[in-house]
């Protein structure tokens, strides 16, 4: 079992089908679900399924939560989305790594990204937060240029 960072295949195709929206206002709404190192997770999950997810903890349940504050831009010739930290209090849990997911009904639950955190990251009876890179086209959660 391993956690491998990557952009969805499945994603990557949904993209140039339309079937993806951003838009800070009106745009679909993407979740983020914590999984442990047991999980199975890369470029070639297409889907959120809570097998290996991290037990329901504090503020953390089944599926995780919405991500708040997406927002795009471009420059320089790279497209970046960015989302704001996400915390979950009250937990006591140890994580691997995240899926990030569209909740839409054009895609129900389709995976966009996988996150590897590097290592189990843990919280006793605390705050977890999953911080999300600089808003820029050489750090962004997710990046495309040509």
């Keep these: 079992m391993a956690i491998t960072q990557a952009i969805a295949n499945a994603f990557k195709k949904q993209l140039l089908e339309g079937d993806q929206n951003f838009k800070s206002s009106g745009g679909d709404v993407f979740k983020l679900a914590l999984y442990t190192s047991s999980a199975t997770l890369n470029s070639t999950t297409t889907a959120y399924a809570s097998t290996n997810e991290v037990a329901n903890t504090g503020q953390y349940t089944a599926g995780g939560s919405d991500l708040a504050g997406q927002n795009t831009s471009i420059a320089s010739g790279v497209a970046i989305v960015d989302f704001a ?30 996150l590897d955190f590097g290592a189990d990251k843990t919280a006793t009876s605390g705050t977890f937060t999953v911080q999300f890179p600089a808003f820029t086209t050489a750090a962004a959660i997710l990046r495309i240029s040509g």
């Design 85 to 114: 930290d996400l915390s979950f209090t009250g937990v006591t849990l140890t994580s691997r790594g995240a899926l990030i997911y569209n909740t839409s009904s054009a895609v129900t639950n389709a995976a966009v990204a996988v």
